[in-house]
């Protein structure tokens, strides 16, 4: 059988306050035209379809027509909520989507039963999915308690109670004659972060071992990191990455979709490929005359400008980069908090010294800004 993976569209995602929305209709676009040219017998969407909990009519009407789109490609689909999802709003999408022929699953429910997809491909090739959608940390022990399994203690971990989930929903992966797969949207050890995820649900207390998937796997389709990569384990283990850069941490990420080719008796074999639909971000950096002398890339740029802070200045670098979404002062120049040689005491000086010692601590010269500062006060002030 052949199986499109992909994750983490984000769509609704607002970059530095500019919309995306163009960039994910060419995107999903892409998507959606590389199903139809692989004919796909399985398209498999692990997590964070949507950058928000809660997610504008548009993204949602983004959202529902590409996975129709990608259904009509003749695939079967499969889609689970991320960490960035409303995952009970995607589940009151469920009567829509199974009139559509898609599988949605939002969140963990307590029938597990729910969370295993069978299938069979028009070549006869019978498959099993476990799908498993983004579990916080505080409805882990009670998803482990709803299907009763053991009783959680105070000191088991995230990773124990992952793989107590994992394990009941792969009990029947011992069958042959089947592929056998797993979708979730998780962090595994090991793993390269890609700039994007969110940082509270990346850090060590969410990440698990490669060993919560079962060695009778045929594939693991993880989403959650943004970089498409692989993860040794037992069995495949893969990211799909994000279709495209969802922020300046990413800009080194090359968005692609994966395509997998597996049997029950046969070995997947995989292929990245690329979708170069969005605009790439970039980050330039340089004084004023040597950002003068760039050619302005077509891409989103962020520019780190190697000059001391001064009134203007943006605007200057806005002239210079029509694109530009981030302006700072290069943090190679800014000092260290507290290692300039006037600290502002707080006690008894006025609101205009402690400003001063502030622009000084940070080497700002600029008499224009202490002017402006003097004059919004004074009108606060009266």
């Not at 260290?336 to 600290?343: D, F, K, P, Y």
Request: hydrophobic content about 40%.
């Amino acid at each position: 059988m052949k199986i499109l993976h992909t994750s983490d569209w984000h769509v609704g995602k607002v970059l530095k306050g500019r919309s995306r929305a163009e960039e994910h209709k060419a995107v999903l676009a892409g998507v959606i035209e590389v199903a139809r040219r692989e004919r796909p017998d399985l398209v498999v969407v692990a997590g964070d379809l949507y950058d928000t909990a809660a997610p504008t009519p548009e993204a949602t009407r983004l959202v529902t027509r590409a996975l129709t789109a990608l259904r009509r490609t003749g695939a079967d689909v499969v889609a689970i909520g991320g960490n960035h999802d409303n995952g009970a709003a995607l589940d009151a999408l469920r009567p829509w989507a199974e009139a559509a022929g898609i599988t949605l699953r939002g969140s963990v429910r307590e029938d597990p039963d729910e969370h295993v997809i069978d299938g069979t491909t028009a070549g006869g090739e019978r498959w099993r999915l476990a799908a498993l959608p983004f579990l916080s940390q505080r409805y882990a022990v009670r998803a482990v308690e709803m299907y009763e399994l053991t009783a959680a203690e105070a000191n088991q971990t995230y990773a124990d109670h992952l793989g107590r989930i994992l394990a009941r929903l792969t009990e029947g992966f011992a069958e042959p004659d089947r592929v056998h797969l797993v979708t979730a949207h998780l962090t595994v050890v090991g793993a390269a972060t890609g700039g994007g995820e969110r940082d509270a649900h990346t850090v060590l207390g969410y990440a698990v071992p490669a060993t919560v998937f079962p060695g009778t796997a045929h594939y693991v389709a993880l989403g959650h990191l943004h970089r498409a990569q692989q993860v040794q384990g037992g069995c495949p283990i893969r990211y799909s990455g994000s279709p495209l850069a969802v922020d300046f941490g990413e800009q080194e990420n090359v968005p692609s979709v994966t395509v997998v080719e597996v049997t029950a008796t046969t070995a997947a074999q995989v292929r990245e490929v690329p979708i170069p639909a969005a605009a790439s971000l970039r980050t330039v950096r340089g004084t004023l005359a040597q950002l003068a002398e760039i050619e302005a890339p077509d891409a989103w740029l962020r520019v780190y400008v190697r000059e001391q802070p001064r009134a203007g200045l943006r605007e200057e670098v806005q002239e210079l980069f029509p694109r530009a979404l981030e302006i700072r002062i290069d943090p190679e120049l800014v000092p260290a908090a507290g290692s300039g040689t006037r600290i502002a005491q707080r006690a008894g000086r006025s609101p205009r010294e402690l400003f001063g010692d502030y622009l000084d601590d940070r080497g700002h010269t600029d008499d224009d800004v202490r002017g402006l500062f003097d004059e919004l006060f004074e009108e606060v002030e009266h």
